[in-house]
């Protein structure tokens, strides 16, 4: 599977989705100011009909929108139109993994930190259970550096850009360790 070619027919869809809803906004809007003869009724369903469109567009943007930049030394990811952008250094990054397959990834970051930023998440007992891999591979890390704090960040919105971002963390992030999941990810967007 072509990752780039997906990422463009996604983009594509994601145009096409934004066009159509738009234009049924417009055409709504258009309705309720040509129309001044209507029952209350019906101008209080078509304002209602223009609310969910424009919940529909926000939650297909916040879903799909991922954003990231890439310097020297950091890394800033947006996700979500609504969210935050998260920042980290390249040197932090301890452990890459992923979970699921296709336009479905999660890519988990593991970051030895020494301030907890407000979208990193503590190592916990709880986040190990649940993330069978990462715990086998963090253990080995953490016998390494007992001192230092490690937070976590799951990266679940962007679709096939996700792909691309795992891509660029592989070549920036050159002291982290790597799964054979994110590893796998990362063969499939290069072929």
Known sequence: MNINKAIRKQNKSLKRFL?????????????????????????ITIIFMEALVVIAMISKLQSKYLKY????NKISIKTGILDISMNFRVDNVVLVHTEDEFKDIKII????SKIKRRRYKK??????????VVYENFKNIKHKNINKKYYYIIIEKGSFMKYKLLNDIYIKCTKAFFT???????????N
Do not use: G, M, P
């Open 69 to 72: 930049v890439t310097n020297d």
């Open 123 to 132: 190592v916990n007992d709880k986040f190990l259970r649940n993330h069978k």
């Open 180 to 190: 054979d999941e994110a590893i796998d990810r990362i063969k499939q967007y290069r």
């Open 19 to 43: 066009f159509s809803e738009s234009f049924i906004f417009f055409v709504l809007i258009l309705i309720l100011t040509y129309f001044d003869n209507l029952s209350t009724y019906l101008k």
């Open 109 to 112: 970051l593991i970051i030895a």
